[in-house]
């Protein structure tokens, strides 16, 4: 017998699946009996043992050994933070824009991320744009921003837009080349795809628990590579980002060699849980098959909407989690899609409807009846 999870079995992990078709994964991933437990967890933690600390610790110490497990780092490498945005505001404000401003980014980018990159001209960087071929973004666009003016080159591993994976290992290669450091957003690709960071070769990458991770919001994980020279020391700092956050030294201002430099204040306890419910279940799936299994169903998927005559704007070919639809209104047909208990993710003109393992062909039946349902009304 396989030592993981197949995909019918991984669904009956999610009870609310039931009478759910949950397709919202890029923005929420589905509540598992193990999320809803660990909720309770932490209560029964307090009812037990009042103020358990060191428990709480070892929760968070677990999740970030998990996560760094998950994308082939060392615990070492990965700090716990409250959300991406916060990852990469530290890991820009470590960097040192005097000599070298630039940072490339492109349209494809989690807003967020970008009005990080953006904020950070107040420091003296400035922002350049990799053009997008309209869906999708090519190495090219990045080859012709990149010299020896630039500091970093963000990338997400897998678009929020459309789904569509983007050529991280060659923008990585041609960042390198020009002694630029690569900050990697894997947020819509972890949990549903193998992720390496040795393999993609980048210096940063960030991603949280909520969407394919299966977990909540309130925590993000940043991976910096280990060797990194730290330009300088970051602009956040709290307790746990000293040498020995149990010094309680009020005049030491120490950063450890480490990613923990990166953190602040009390780490998020609450959604470290969370975070621990969503690995039980990543870590007992083969996330070789799950790619192979949402693939086959996202190929479907927009094969049938386009026949149904939907304007598809994930670009052909593409390997990432998600199938999205142009709409004019796609807050009211999501609207309309939850009253039959379709859950979808609407963003800007689009509509997204992702895949994960819990996902079967039963729920592309009944979402592709039921946007044609709402078009036909
Ligand atoms: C690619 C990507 N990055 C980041 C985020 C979230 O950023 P933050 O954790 O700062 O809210 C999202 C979605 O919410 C996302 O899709």
Same mark, same amino acid.
């Given at each position: 017998?396989?030592?993981?999870?197949?995909?019918?079995?991984?669904?009956?992990?999610?009870?609310?699946? !039931?009478?759910?078709?949950?397709?919202?994964?890029?923005?929420?991933?589905?509540?598992?009996?193990?999320?809803?437990?660990?909720?309770?967890?932490?209560?029964?933690?307090?009812?037990?043992?009042?103020?358990?600390?060191?428990?709480?610790?070892?929760?968070?110490?677990?999740?970030?050994?998990?996560? $760094?497990?998950?994308?082939?780092?060392? /615990?070492?490498?990965?700090?716990?933070?409250?959300?991406?945005?916060? $990852? $990469?505001?530290?890991?820009?404000?470590?960097?040192?824009?005097?000599?070298?401003?630039?940072?490339?980014? @492109?349209?494809?980018?989690?807003?967020?991320?970008?009005?990080?990159?953006?904020?950070?001209?107040?420091?003296?960087?400035?922002?350049?744009?990799?053009?997008?071929?309209?869906?999708?973004?090519?190495?090219?666009?990045?080859?012709?921003?990149?010299?020896?003016?630039?500091?970093?080159?963000?990338?997400?591993?897998? !678009?929020? %837009?459309?789904?569509?994976?983007?050529?991280?290992?060659?923008?990585?290669?041609?960042?390198?080349?020009?002694?630029?450091?690569?900050?990697?957003?894997?947020?819509?690709?972890?949990?549903?795809?193998?992720?390496?960071?040795?393999?993609?070769?980048?210096?940063?990458? !960030?991603?949280?628990?909520?969407?394919?991770?299966?977990?909540?919001?309130?925590?993000?994980?940043?991976?910096?590579?280990?060797?990194?020279?730290?330009?300088?020391?970051?602009?956040?700092?709290?307790?746990?980002?000293?040498?020995? /956050?149990?010094?309680?030294?009020?005049?030491?201002?120490?950063?450890?060699?480490?990613?923990?430099?990166?953190?602040?204040? !009390?780490?998020?306890?609450?959604?470290?849980?969370?975070?621990?419910?969503?690995?039980?279940?990543?870590?007992?799936?083969?996330? @070789?098959?799950?790619?192979?299994?949402?693939?086959?169903?996202?190929?479907?998927?927009?094969?049938?909407?386009?026949?149904?005559?939907? %304007?598809?704007?994930?670009?052909?070919?593409?390997?990432? /989690?998600?199938?999205?639809?142009?709409?004019?209104?796609?807050?009211?047909?999501?609207?309309?899609? $939850?009253? %039959?208990?379709?859950?979808?993710?609407?963003?800007? @003109?689009?509509?997204?409807?992702?895949?994960?393992?819990?996902?079967?062909?039963?729920?592309? @039946?009944?979402?592709?009846?039921?946007?044609?349902?709402?078009?036909?009304?």
């Amino acid at each position: 017998m396989s030592q993981y999870l197949d995909a019918a079995q991984f669904r009956a992990e999610f009870p609310a699946l !039931t009478d759910t078709v949950h397709l919202a994964s890029c923005s929420q991933g589905a509540l598992s009996s193990r999320l809803a437990y660990s909720m309770q967890e932490i209560g029964f933690s307090m009812r037990d043992r009042g103020a358990p600390w060191s428990l709480w610790m070892a929760e968070v110490e677990w999740a970030r050994e998990r996560f $760094a497990r998950l994308i082939g780092a060392s /615990p070492h490498e990965v700090a716990i933070l409250s959300c991406a945005s916060e $990852a $990469a505001f530290q890991a820009a404000s470590s960097l040192d824009w005097s000599d070298r401003p630039g940072i490339v980014t @492109n349209d494809l980018e989690f807003p967020s991320i970008a009005h990080v990159w953006l904020a950070q001209a107040r420091r003296g960087a400035r922002v350049r744009v990799a053009a997008d071929t309209g869906e999708n973004v090519e190495a090219e666009a990045y080859a012709n921003v990149i010299d020896e003016s630039v500091n970093l080159v963000s990338i997400p591993l897998v !678009t929020y %837009r459309n789904g569509a994976r983007l050529p991280v290992e060659e923008v990585v290669r041609l960042a390198h080349e020009s002694g630029a450091r690569v900050f990697v957003d894997a947020y819509q690709a972890t949990g549903v795809m193998p992720v390496n960071v040795r393999e993609l070769g980048c210096d940063y990458l !960030t991603s949280g628990s909520l969407k394919y991770l299966l977990g909540l919001p309130g925590i993000a994980f940043l991976y910096a590579r280990d060797g990194l020279v730290h330009q300088r020391d970051p602009e956040l700092t709290g307790w746990f980002g000293r040498t020995n /956050p149990f010094a309680f030294d009020p005049r030491l201002l120490d950063f450890p060699d480490d990613a923990r430099r990166f953190e602040t204040g !009390t780490p998020p306890i609450p959604s470290a849980y969370a975070a621990n419910a969503g690995f039980d279940l990543i870590e007992r799936v083969d996330l @070789n098959a799950v790619q192979t299994h949402v693939s086959a169903l996202v190929e479907e998927l927009a094969e049938r909407l386009a026949a149904a005559g939907e %304007r598809v704007a994930s670009p052909a070919g593409f390997l990432g /989690p998600q199938v999205a639809i142009e709409d004019a209104d796609p807050n009211a047909l999501a609207e309309r899609l $939850a009253e %039959r208990r379709i859950v979808t993710a609407p963003r800007g @003109n689009l509509l997204r409807l992702s895949l994960h393992y819990y996902n079967d062909r039963s729920d592309i @039946n009944a979402v592709v009846e039921a946007i044609s349902a709402c078009r036909k009304a």
